[in-house]
């Protein structure tokens, strides 16, 4: 492609993304921990603010949700999958919360704080009963983060996992079935939130660095948030282009 950092090979990875998962925006970072860090900042997500999770997952999981600001809630898991409960989250909304119809959140009664999300974990790519979480979820308003890093294959009711909550992270890390080194990609169907996140994720600069010096010549760029380091390099993005077009065809061998 002629460019070592974020360019026009992270640009087809994530059309080729969508494309697999059935969504309409796929934002392509460096890792899965940042998909769900700029997950719930999009959310408006932080402190005084609380997020259900599950306590079986790996600790990034767990971690942006702290450096968020906020605190997460632990409910317990399936004895048989390992994965959330649904039974028990809604289990502690009843036994512990609150929802206001005027405001239409939903209050913990024992801390006072907003519950704001839910992460799900589809751990080991076997993904969690998402129509019941979703159900939970619509609710009591509450939004639904798919932590997907180890699902990129997997499909819930003939539906792809990355296509049912309102954001979800991927995570294409070397232990992963789709494999850039380091990197990671969030999906979600919300056009203003793709848009803000296409930002947030390389220092906030209002244009792509690579169309910034395209045939059309430099072009100026504002800073429109504080941003983050989170893009990909397309030196990443040309491994995950092969590896996405064999991701099913593994799958088949390990069956």
């Given at each position: 492609?002629?460019?070592?950092?974020?360019?026009?090979?992270?640009?087809?990875?994530?059309?080729?993304?969508?494309?697999?998962?059935?969504?309409?925006?796929?934002?392509?970072?460096?890792?899965?921990?940042?998909?769900?860090?700029?997950?719930?900042?999009?959310?408006?997500?932080?402190?005084?603010?609380?997020?259900?999770?599950?306590?079986?997952?790996?600790?990034?999981?767990?971690?942006?949700?702290?450096?968020?600001?906020?605190?997460?809630?632990?409910?317990?898991?399936?004895?048989?999958?390992?994965?959330?409960?649904?039974?028990?989250?809604?289990?502690?909304?009843?036994?512990?919360?609150?929802?206001?119809?005027?405001?239409?959140?939903?209050?913990?009664?024992?801390?006072?704080?907003?519950?704001?999300?839910?992460?799900?974990?589809?751990?080991?790519?076997?993904?969690?009963?998402?129509?019941?979480?979703?159900?939970?979820?619509?609710?009591?308003?509450?939004?639904?983060?798919?932590?997907?890093?180890?699902?990129?294959?997997?499909?819930?009711?003939?539906?792809?996992?990355?296509?049912?909550?309102?954001?979800?992270?991927?995570?294409?890390?070397?232990?992963?079935?789709?494999?850039?080194?380091?990197?990671?990609?969030?999906?979600?169907?919300?056009?203003?939130?793709?848009?803000?996140?296409?930002?947030?994720?390389?220092?906030?600069?209002?244009?792509?660095?690579?169309?910034?010096?395209?045939?059309?010549?430099?072009?100026?760029y504002d800073i429109l948030?504080?941003?983050?380091?989170?893009?990909?390099?397309?030196?990443?993005?040309?491994?995950?282009?092969?590896?996405?077009?064999?991701?099913?065809?593994?799958l088949k061998i390990r069956?």
């Amino acid at each position: 492609s002629g460019w070592l950092s974020t360019g026009p090979r992270v640009a087809r990875l994530e059309e080729d993304f969508k494309s697999y998962i059935g969504c309409k925006y796929a934002i392509a970072l460096n890792s899965c921990t940042a998909g769900l860090h700029l997950a719930l900042e999009i959310a408006g997500i932080g402190a005084g603010d609380e997020v259900i999770t599950t306590p079986l997952t790996f600790v990034s999981t767990v971690n942006v949700i702290i450096h968020q600001g906020a605190t997460p809630i632990f409910t317990d898991v399936e004895r048989k999958t390992g994965n959330i409960d649904s039974r028990k989250i809604e289990e502690f909304i009843k036994k512990n919360c609150k929802f206001n119809p005027k405001t239409g959140q939903l209050v913990n009664r024992q801390t006072g704080q907003l519950v704001k999300a839910i992460i799900p974990v589809h751990l080991y790519g076997r993904p969690c009963k998402m129509d019941e979480i979703i159900k939970i979820a619509r609710k009591n308003n509450l939004l639904v983060i798919e932590d997907a890093a180890h699902a990129v294959e997997a499909c819930y009711k003939d539906k792809k996992i990355g296509n049912i909550g309102d954001l979800a992270a991927f995570s294409f890390y070397a232990t992963k079935n789709v494999v850039t080194g380091e990197g990671g990609m969030i999906t979600t169907n919300n056009g203003e939130w793709a848009k803000k996140l296409r930002v947030l994720r390389l220092h906030g600069l209002s244009k792509d660095a690579w169309k910034r010096y395209s045939q059309e010549g430099f072009t100026p760029y504002d800073i429109l948030y504080p941003g983050y380091k989170y893009n990909m390099m397309d030196v990443q993005a040309a491994l995950g282009i092969h590896q996405l077009k064999r991701v099913e065809k593994n799958l088949k061998i390990r069956e």
